[in-house]
């Protein structure tokens, strides 16, 4: 071994009683002390981990701490790997893994950020100043640990003990947060890579959920099982309902975690999963509110129904989001009526589903959260809003299918409303009620025949209104017609034709030409009367 190293350990003061006595003949132990080490007399790995450990933890200043994570990178990048590895008998590989453990744990302590003081803010960024070049630091000598454990082969057991710690030590530098830079950040992705690539994992998902063949070595089908199990070890003292809001970082290393996690791999952690996004979804501030709704989401879609059912775990899911349909908040609210969708076909048959019957159906959950949104969406005026509610009423409708009968007459109030209001610039709310006009149309044609006099009216008012709209893009208006003259035409088929004789009595004086050519596509005519009535009417209807 070069003296090279033996300068290294001199200038870290380090040296062990079994390199010291074995000198002792040579030389004094103050002689010793005072000259590098020759490399016959290196010391123990093991004993060297737990000195460079201690020196971590007592480091008094971020300059220390940095010359020391330096010194650190250096020996493993210098050492000779027999040496570094190095296990004595019996049990020597347990104790060289929990030394190797213990100086990584160290090393990531030197990274870790200061806890919040409460739940109601996060830190000012001032608190987190020195973290980015200290996590440079130990992103890099960890990289240096993990190519001098690539230049063997026999050395998948160490790797599985530290690869937990520097995943967790990755994910929370590799984010773009307060308390990284794009140093740092591109150190994290380095280590997060070198890990990779040292352990032989194709990505981020095969390293937490394993893959592959089973094998009889033991070392192997570690591999193959993944680290998730590990990784949530490490979170879990830090994700209890008093700690977790202290901790920035444990919300997003475990929701990345979970969301890299697929079925099947997903529901044999379902107990240890769970409580921590419904921590997050209860939360009253909006990210960790939507961060939380969108892990479970990703439960609903990767867990089998039956896992979800048993424990009554999909009603807890489904009381927890439910409640959420009463914020005010947009993305909040976008976020739950997407997982709801999904969460109800766990919970329940869709109503669209079920066989016909003579006895009356009983109401669902369906009809619930359909209902619920149906009252806020005739209230709401905020545009924004009113958007992501129309956006998501057809998923809705569809699921319905003819059991939408139970409320049309919401649904109608909440079609005549939308439609007189516009939403420059793409009209996300016209666009989507014409599509759950549509579709009720289609559903519950039998119960629409008497609702034609009102949504006759209002489709008419919209195409006229539509037509001298000049705020609104050709591709936009072109759109919006072709969509309402659909839903006339659906509407004509359910009253037999009785409603071109009504479309052809309308004052074409008072109409664009659009207008026109939309009425003689549906009423089969090309001519249409060209006298004037009152000026203040726009239209009228004969019947």
């Not at 109800?344 to 009983?362: T, W, Y």
Request: with cysteine.
């Amino acid at each position: 071994m070069s003296m090279e190293l033996s300068s290294l350990l001199h200038d870290l003061h380090l040296s062990s009683s079994s390199s010291s006595s074995s000198s002792s003949s040579s030389s004094s132990s103050s002689s010793s002390l005072d000259k590098p080490l020759p490399s016959p007399y290196l010391p123990p790995i093991t004993e060297l981990l737990s000195q460079l450990q201690e020196k971590l933890i007592g480091a008094s200043s971020d300059s220390e701490t940095s010359a020391l994570i330096g010194h650190v990178e250096q020996l493993l990048k210098i050492a000779d790997p027999n040496w570094l590895f190095t296990a004595n008998q019996d049990d020597g590989w347990a104790e060289l893994q929990e030394a190797y453990s213990n100086l990584v744990s160290a090393l990531i302590g030197c990274a870790s950020l200061p806890l919040c003081e409460d739940d109601c803010s996060s830190l000012l960024a001032a608190a987190y100043q020195s973290v980015p070049n200290l996590a440079q630091a130990v992103c890099s000598a960890l990289t240096a640990l993990l190519g001098t454990l690539g230049n063997g082969g026999s050395r998948t057991g160490l790797l599985l003990v530290v690869a937990p710690h520097l995943c967790v030590l990755a994910v929370t530098h590799f984010q773009d947060q307060p308390w990284t830079s794009s140093s740092s950040r591109a150190g994290a992705r380095s280590l997060q890579e070198a890990l990779l690539r040292t352990g032989g994992w194709r990505d981020s998902p095969h390293l937490l959920m394993g893959g592959g063949s089973q094998t009889n070595e033991g070392e192997e089908e570690g591999k193959n099982r993944g680290i998730l199990g590990r990784i949530l070890d490490i979170l879990q003292p830090q994700l209890t309902k008093d700690l977790w809001h202290r901790y920035e970082a444990v919300k997003l290393v475990f929701a990345w975690t979970l969301l890299q996690v697929t079925r099947p791999s997903l529901s044999p952690h379902l107990s240890r999963l769970l409580p921590p996004s419904l921590l997050l979804t209860d939360h009253f501030r909006q990210e960790n509110c939507i961060l939380g709704v969108r892990c479970l989401h990703h439960i609903v879609l990767n867990t089998p129904a039956a896992d979800l059912r048993q424990f009554n775990r999909a009603e807890v899911l489904y009381q927890a989001l439910f409640k959420h349909l009463y914020s005010t908040d947009t993305a909040v609210l976008k976020s739950v009526l997407s997982c709801l969708l999904d969460l109800l076909v766990v919970l329940e048959k869709p109503p669209s589903s079920l066989a016909p019957s003579s006895s009356r159906r009983k109401p669902c959950r369906h009809d619930d959260v359909l209902r619920l949104v149906l009252t806020h969406m005739e209230a709401e005026h905020k545009l924004e809003r009113r958007r992501v509610y129309a956006s998501a009423l057809p998923l809705y409708i569809d699921r319905m299918g003819v059991a939408v009968c139970r409320h049309l007459r919401q649904v109608e109030r909440v079609v005549l409303g939308y439609l007189e209001i516009t939403d420059p610039p793409e009209e996300t709310s016209r666009l989507k009620i014409l599509e759950v006009l549509q579709k009720i149309t289609k559903a519950a044609w039998p119960r629409m025949a008497c609702r034609v006099a009102v949504l006759l009216r209002c489709l008419l008012k919209l195409l006229v209104a539509v037509s001298s709209d000049g705020q609104l893009s050709d591709s936009v208006r072109q759109k919006l017609m072709g969509e309402t003259s659909l839903c006339l035409k659906l509407m004509d088929s359910c009253c037999h034709g009785d409603l071109q004789p009504l479309l052809r009595q309308v004052d074409s004086s008072c109409c664009s030409s659009e207008v026109l050519g939309c009425l003689a596509t549906l009423t089969g005519t090309t001519e249409r009367c060209s006298s004037r009535t009152s000026e203040h009417n726009i239209f009228t209807l004969k019947t």
